[in-house]
């Protein structure tokens, strides 16, 4: 390569306001070539310069599976992706801005991570965010349908109970759905859960396992106590104390933050996992298997939360509820409830 080339290529994607039709070329080619000759995957994030997509920007550059990071926003990704692209880490940083530049930002990516939108203030539901989320969730998943119809999506944007109904809804109406690639991202909740319930037991959260089933809003997050791993047990009143803070966790942050946003950091630490577990799958790795909302047939509702193992082309294997006590069952039938109504307005927004 030329040495005005070399400088073209590295100013094309410092300075993605001045990007050019013909930096694109240049782009690819590089996203070909990781730092240190590692092959690794390719990696999109849309909503990068938000809360939650600046950390999350931060720790994929950190990622040894990563060699391509794309951050994309509507706004600011150029100062993000100048901040980040100066680790030293392996992965090479393409910054994009607005709606013209979306092709680029999607072109040959592997997974596509979504935390674009608005999140909660105090007094608010995830479901009152459908009016803003629902559109852009729309607009963005119609550009992976047209530039990477076979990247795995992550899918972060609130209310993940209906985002996800609706990206699945133009993926149909695109030909591409492949529900193995469509996961809604409830990796925080069992985050959390791990966390509170290590917290009771007095012992290290990284030795603990929660499954988190249903869906993620209120009473659809269905912590399954009965099947926490190491083996535990717990008092009625422990059970009620840690089903509520669980379900509550999402709320408990945006009242602390007190209308400044929702959990931004400790949701980037929960996506990193999840992206890890799905790049790993795609790799080949034997056993990944975590917690994502996805299309199911696990109970009569269409998605549905449980773990799930990720594999060369996704959510391969939809794993059974196990076996549910008393205080389970009837969780179950509330979060069902909850789940059809927000699943169903999600489905309607797109054929409507
Ligand atoms: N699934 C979960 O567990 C979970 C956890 C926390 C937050 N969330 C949700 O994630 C979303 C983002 O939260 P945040 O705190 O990062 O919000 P934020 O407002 O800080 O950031 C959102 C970013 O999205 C960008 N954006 C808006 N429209 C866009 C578009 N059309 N294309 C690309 N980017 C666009 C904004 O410019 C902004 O940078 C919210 O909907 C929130 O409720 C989900
Ligand atoms: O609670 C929110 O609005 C954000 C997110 O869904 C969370 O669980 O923290």
Same mark, same amino acid.
């Given at each position: 390569m030329e040495a005005n080339q070399r400088i073209a290529r590295i100013s094309a994607h410092l300075h993605p306001q001045n990007f @050019? !039709? !013909?930096d694109r070329s240049l782009l690819r080619r590089d996203d070909c070539r990781a730092k240190g000759g590692t092959p690794g995957f390719k990696v999109a994030i849309l909503g990068a310069a938000g809360g939650i997509g600046q950390p999350l920007a931060l720790l994929m550059k950190m990622n040894p599976l990563v060699s391509a990071l794309h951050l994309y926003d509507v706004v600011n990704s150029p100062g993000v992706t100048a901040d980040i692209s100066h680790m030293d880490t392996a992965a090479v940083v393409h910054g994009f801005l607005g709606q013209s530049q979306l092709e680029s930002a999607l072109t040959g990516m592997d997974l596509v991570i979504i935390p674009a939108g608005v999140p909660r203030k105090p007094g608010m539901t995830r479901d009152d965010l459908f009016k803003i989320n629902a559109g852009i969730v729309k607009t963005l998943c119609e550009g992976i349908a047209k530039f990477c119809p076979n990247a795995i999506v992550n899918l972060i944007s609130n209310p993940v109970n209906s985002t996800v109904p609706i990206a699945a809804e133009v993926f149909k109406k695109a030909g #591409?759905?492949?529900?193995?690639r469509l996961l809604g991202v409830t990796m925080l909740d069992v985050v959390r859960a791990n966390t509170f319930v290590a917290e009771v037991l007095g012992i290290d959260p990284r030795d603990v396992d929660v499954p988190v089933v249903g869906g993620h809003a209120g009473v659809t997050i269905l912590p399954l106590l009965s099947q926490v791993k190491p083996p535990s047990s717990f008092s009625r009143e422990e059970i009620d104390y840690l089903t509520n803070r669980i379900q509550d966790g999402g709320t408990e942050v945006v009242q602390a933050k007190a209308g400044t946003g929702s959990a931004t950091l400790s949701m980037a630490y929960a996506a990193v996992k999840f992206a890890d577990a799905c790049l790993r799958g795609l790799r080949g790795d034997a056993g990944v298997v975590e917690c994502a909302f996805v299309a199911s @047939?696990? #109970? !009569?509702?269409p998605f549905f939360a449980t773990k799930v193992r990720l594999g060369r082309t996704g959510a391969e294997e939809i794993y059974q509820l196990g076996p549910l006590n008393e205080y389970e069952r009837s969780g179950l039938e509330k979060a069902k409830k909850e789940l059809a109504e927000s699943i169903q307005k999600g489905i309607s927004f797109i054929r409507k």
């Open positions: @050019q !039709e !013909e #591409t759905y492949d529900p193995k @047939q696990v #109970t !009569e509702l």
